[in-house]
T-cell receptor, first 113, second 113 residues
Framework: GAVVSQHPSRVICKSGTSVKIECRSLDFQATTMFWYRQFPKKSLMLMATSNEGSKATYEQGVEKDKFLINHASLTLSTLTVTSAHPEDSSFYIC?????????FGPGTRLLVL | GENVEQHPSTLSVQEGDSAVIKCTYSDSASNYFPWYKQELGKRPQLIIDIRSNVGEKKDQRIAVTLNKTAKHFSLHITETQPEDSAVYFCAASTTSGTYKYIFGTGTRLKVLA
């Protein structure tokens, strides 16, 4: 299967700071990547679809100005959580699809103090 | 909006027994149905998938069946082993809005030795 990496794997930050998470497709090009959020013992909640060279498509209820997405190349998408607050603490996972199958990154566990 | 229902939420089986997880989708245009296995703290891993032009697919101890008329699909695991213990998610593709997956709520499978 295709390989997707994500960095960092864990991050702890203070309330009010911004955190950037990177998602990379290592062995294929991805015009589309997806960003999910997962709460403990819950399913994957799609936040937004990242499109290379154009604006991301956000799901209903997800704040665009809070969760900034940049897909500047065919192998890299970034999610920036701006002015993070404790309620933003969660497991963030990206995925990318070489064709129609999504392959997931290892996830980033964010803890906002 | 489109949704995917998944049952049961938890499932315990004895080692060697079979496990069945069922999902129902709402979007009649869905044409791709992947299943993912997620171990604690890890990324979801694709274990099997099926397309709408196929009724059944098998890969060693894992099989998936699809009933397009009833809009439901099932995961079957035979001869279960303790390492099969994990959370399993079904998903259905949808083009409502943009192309994406709708995930089920997950099934926590415990295989008792």
């Amino acid at each position: 299967g295709a390989v997707v990496s994500q960095h960092p794997s864990r991050v702890i930050c203070k309330s009010g700071t911004s955190v950037k998470i990177e998602c990379r497709s290592l062995d294929f090009q991805a015009t589309t990547m997806f960003w999910y959020r997962q709460f403990p013992k819950k399913s994957l909640m799609l936040m937004a679809t990242s499109n290379e060279g154009s604006k991301a498509t956000y799901e209903q209820g997800v704040e665009k100005d809070k969760f900034l997405i940049n897909h500047a190349s065919l192998t890299l998408s970034t999610l920036t959580v701006t002015s993070a607050h404790p309620e933003d603490s969660s497991f963030y996972i990206c995925s990318a699809e070489p064709q129609e199958t999504q392959y997931f990154g290892p996830g980033t566990r964010l803890l906002v103090l | 909006g489109e949704n995917v229902e998944q049952h049961p939420s938890t499932l315990s089986v004895q080692e060697g027994d079979s496990a069945v997880i069922k999902c129902t989708y709402s979007d009649s245009a869905s044409n791709y149905f992947p299943w993912y296995k997620q171990e604690l703290g890890k990324r979801p891993q694709l274990i099997i998938d099926i397309r709408s032009n196929v009724g059944e697919k098998k890969d060693q101890r894992i099989a998936v069946t699809l009933n397009k008329t009833a809009k439901h699909f099932s995961l079957h695991i035979t001869e279960t082993q303790p390492e099969d213990s994990a959370v399993y998610f079904c998903a259905a593709s949808t083009t409502s809005g943009t192309y994406k997956y709708i995930f089920g709520t997950g099934t926590r499978l415990k295989v008792l030795a």
